[in-house]
Nanobody, 124 residues
Framework: QVQLVESGGGLVQAGGSLRLSCTAS????????MGWFRQAPGKERELVAA????????SYSDSVKGRFAISEDNASNTVYLQIISLTPEDTANYYC?????????????????WGQGTQVAVAS
């Protein structure tokens, strides 16, 4: 079993920045995918960033390229999502998830462990 715990969300002004954290505990392999998703009210869940753990390979959705950065810290089993230049359209619940197949990090279906989410609200 794997447990994922997110933190770092909150209310920020447009143009501000945030860093979200997700710490994994439990049984993990040496190679897997970690993704950050977001879901706004009335919208589908969107994969915004993903990384192949230990491979330093990352992917981003077109809607966040240039403003979101995913990174990992092996020592603490933590994946981060740095967000800059926030807009009200970034308002959503943000989730991290773990998937078994590191090379398939862009496939939504591989993610089988999820955190509880952290809320990000951006005021205009």
């Amino acid at each position: 079993q794997v447990q994922l715990v997110e933190s770092g969300g909150g209310l920020v002004q447009a143009g501000g920045s945030l860093r979200l954290s997700c710490t994994a505990s439990g049984r993990t392999a040496s190679s897997y995918a970690m993704g950050w998703f977001r879901q706004a009210p009335g919208k589908e869940r969107e994969l915004v960033a993903a990384t192949s753990w230990n491979a330093r390979s990352t992917s981003y959705s077109d809607s966040v390229k240039g403003r979101f950065a995913i990174s990992e810290d092996n020592a603490s089993n933590t994946v981060y999502l740095q967000i800059i230049s926030l807009t009200p359209e970034d308002t959503a619940n943000y989730y991290c998830a773990k998937g078994e197949f590191s090379t398939r990090r862009e496939e939504l279906g591989i993610y089988d462990y999820w955190g509880q989410g952290t809320q990000v609200a951006v005021a205009s």
